[in-house]
């Protein structure tokens, strides 16, 4: 089974500023690795994805992540944030061979102050 | 386009009321999934249908919970004799086939048992 940490649970930051969302996986598989982003009453909507390749993975919105397996890490980065960035934000974990079923980190909120 | 969609987006209920939500996947998406999502906590896998066979059950999954996807179109999630720890939002979701692994999620449903 596959299991994800998203280490903080809440991250405040100013407009403007860079800002790293960390992700730490374990699997005794190879994996599939995803971000989602959840705001307010809504669904969760993808934000990107690594299957394989490249270990930096480019997103929507001016995110990014980078695969780094020897640390079993996905972090989430972002150069400059916006206030529209302020949502929940969400690492998920499939495996190779079972990817029928994500399993969810329990999620970082990203508070952005102008 | 339209995208998955759930209803109802709420329901209130008493605890031994029994509650049925609907999902409605994106046309073309042959699988479905739904999750289960408490304050504070990433989704959690339910369970997985594949046109309208029923392929894996999370052991979250109780006996009072029942779902079906009778034409392989929508799906309804069943919750029997419910309880307060039922209260959660529940997330349907639904991908294309086994070369799209990107699952798209509907608004969700929040159920409150009181």
């Known amino acids: 089974a596959q299991s994800v940490t998203q280490l903080d649970s809440q991250v405040p930051v100013f407009e403007e500023a860079p800002v790293e969302l960390r992700c730490n996986y374990s699997?005794?598989?190879?994996?599939?690795l995803f971000w989602y982003v959840q705001y307010p009453n809504q669904g969760l909507q993808l934000l990107l994805k690594?299957?394989?390749?490249?270990?930096l993975v480019k997103g929507i919105n001016g995110f990014e992540a980078e695969f780094n397996k020897s640390q079993t890490s996905f972090h989430l980065r972002k150069p400059s944030v916006h206030i529209s960035d302020t949502a929940e934000y969400f690492c998920?974990?499939?495996?190779?061979?079972?990817?029928?079923?994500?399993?969810f980190g329990s999620g970082t909120k990203l508070n952005v102050k102008p | 386009d339209t995208g998955v969609s759930q209803d109802p987006r709420h329901k209130i209920t008493k605890r031994g009321q029994n509650v049925t939500f609907r999902c409605d996947p994106i046309?073309?998406?042959?699988?479905l999934y739904w999750y289960r999502q408490t304050l504070g906590q990433g989704p959690e896998f339910l369970t997985y249908?594949?046109?309208?066979?029923?392929?894996?059950k999370s052991r979250l999954l109780s006996d009072r919970f029942s779902a079906e996807r009778p034409k392989g179109s929508f799906s309804t999630l069943e919750i029997q004799r419910t309880e307060q720890g039922d209260s959660a939002m529940y997330l349907c979701?639904?991908?294309?086939?086994?070369?799209?692994?990107?699952?798209?999620f509907g608004p969700g449903t929040r159920l409150t048992v009181t």
């Open positions: 979701a639904s991908s294309l086939g086994t070369d799209n692994y990107e699952q798209y």
């Open positions: 690594y299957l394989s390749g490249s270990t």
């Open positions: 249908f594949q046109n309208e066979a029923q392929l894996e």
């Open positions: 699997s005794s598989v190879s994996v599939y």
């Open positions: 046309s073309e998406h042959n699988r």
């Open positions: 998920a974990v499939s495996g190779l061979y079972n990817f029928n079923k994500f399993y």
